[in-house]
């Protein structure tokens, strides 16, 4: 083997990676043998660049994230994952504005606007009709203004309809029920318009703006009754559907608290291979697709479609477990589910063994001073009384949470799945009994 003996400076020197395919040995013509000759000079380049990206996100946040977002648009897992990481480093992610968003993600103070490029049904040609229009002439002031100034054959009738529901026009109209409503009308009224302008008949209301609509004439542009806006579950539905993310709001934000406690681990971490196979884990899930499989033997079973705020996993619902859990497995609907980590190639899935409904989900709730939690005798008695209300296994399944309680904060602690109980009611009281402070509620009020 050769030893190095010495060194000497050779200035800037062009340097080259060398890949070899199977070993890092050379024979010198000396006839020795000299090991670990493979060139590093890639991982200086690698380094240099962490340090930049570790700067950048340190220093410019929101820049940053937004320029990850835009690199990774294509990729919907990271895109959630990344705005999941937007919103713990208090970075607000909003659907797209028309009169603020580009084409693609935008920083803007300590927010990132969805770019206009993701939304679903909206074409380059009409996203450079609408910024060409609003660099010109300033920002849209109604839609009947949008109407009016972009040419109808960019943005027709399905590209207003999705911009509508995924809330680019939120700041000119937040009903966005009637936005729709009055798009028949105003489209109609905007074309009728442009004839006009083509033939040299300018409206009166017009003579003072070049043929422009003036705000007189955008108060008498035609509107359809009122009507009242949709529901916050159906804005939300429709918002998923043309940009593939719940953005302005998400149906598991309101449990996030509750999802901390009771289902720690995130499907982040299960997509990401970073369980151990047949690990039992718990979450507060979204289900956003339903695919259902009929076995060689007849059987029903399903395939499932999960999220929650940090990412997407698959969950499969054998046929015993689908029988028992059919009716629960709806696309849309938010449950709690238990089951385990199947690890198999590349590829992790949730076996389901358990689902509920979050409105159904009830907790346990056992208040504790500090000097209780650290007492041996309290604990043991704490277990008794657990153990007592736990009945048959397959029967416990209400969750135990302590909270931990010094005047000054609030710590919760889940117990584990051995401590659950059968009877939330039946445990209060015997805990009450006993001497503690305990109650329950379920998920969606506690």
């Known amino acids: 083997m050769v030893k190095i003996i010495g060194r000497r400076r050779l200035g800037v020197r062009p340097v080259y990676d060398i890949g070899v395919v199977q070993d890092h040995n050379f024979l010198l013509a000396n006839g020795l ?13 690698y380094g240099y660049v962490t340090y930049q990206t570790a700067y950048l996100k340190a220093n410019y946040p929101v820049e940053y994230m937004a320029a990850l977002l835009t690199a990774n648009s294509s990729d919907q897992d990271k895109v959630q994952a990344y705005i999941a990481s937007c919103l713990s480093l ?64 960019s943005l027709n009738r399905r590209v ?32 009728s318009r442009a004839r006009e302008r083509s033939t040299g008949q300018m409206n009166l209301f017009d003579l003072s703006l070049g043929g422009e609509a003036s705000p ?38 309101v449990l996030e608290q509750a999802a901390r406690v009771l289902a720690p681990v995130s499907l982040r971490e299960v997509e990401g291979n970073h369980l151990a196979s047949d690990q039992l884990v718990s979450a507060i899930v979204m289900v956003t697709g339903v695919k259902l499989v009929t076995t060689k033997k007849g059987e029903r079973m399903a395939i499932l479609q999960i ?51 979050v409105e159904e989900v009830k907790i346990l709730f056992v208040e504790l001073r500090p000097h209780q939690a650290q007492d041996i005798e309290c604990q043991h008695q704490l277990r008794q009384v657990l153990q007592q209300n ?37 445990a209060v009281k015997a805990l009450t009994q006993a001497g503690f402070t305990a109650h329950y509620k379920t998920l969606t009020t506690g």
């Not at 043998?33 to 380049?45: G, L, P």
């Not at 607000?92 to 990132?112: H, K, M, Q, Y």
């Not at 529901?165 to 009055?182: F, I, K, M, S, T």
């Not at 009716?327 to 190639?345: F, I, K, P, T, Y």
């Open 160 to 191: 207003l309809e999705s911009l509508i529901h995924c809330g680019a026009l939120d700041h000119l109209e937040p009903n966005r029920n009637q936005l729709v409503h009055d798009l028949d009308p105003l489209l109609e009224w905007a074309q």
């Open 307 to 357: 999220e929650d705020l940090t990412g997407r996993a698959e969950a499969v619902a054998f046929p015993k477990t689908y029988e028992r859990l059919g009716e629960v497995l709806q696309a849309d609907r938010r449950l709690m589910v238990w089951g385990r980590v199947d690890q198999r190639d590349d590829q992790c899935q949730l076996i389901l063994e358990r689902a509920e409904p």
């Open 216 to 253: 007189a004439a955008l108060e008498v542009a035609p509107k359809a009754p009122p009507v009242p806006d949709l529901s916050p579950a159906d804005k939300l539905r429709l918002e998923k559907e043309l940009l593939g993310f719940y953005v302005s709001d998400h149906p598991l934000k």
């Open 33 to 45: 043998v000299a090991a670990n000759c493979f060139n590093k000079s890639h991982s200086t380049a």
């Open 90 to 153: 208090g970075i607000g992610v909003e659907p797209p504005d028309i009169n603020r968003s580009g084409v693609d993600f935008t920083p803007l103070a300590d927010r990132i606007l969805f770019g206009l490029s993701a939304v679903r049904n909206v074409g380059q040609a009409a996203i450079e009709a609408i910024l060409t229009t609003r660099e010109q002439q300033g920002p849209f002031k109604s839609l009947a203004d949008l109407c009016d100034r972009v040419d109808s054959r």
């Open 390 to 426: 736990r009945g048959e296994e397959e029967q416990a399944q209400v969750p135990v949470v302590a909270i931990i309680d010094d005047h000054q904060r609030r710590c919760f602690v889940r117990f584990g799945l051995q401590h659950q109980v059968k009877d939330p009611q039946a």
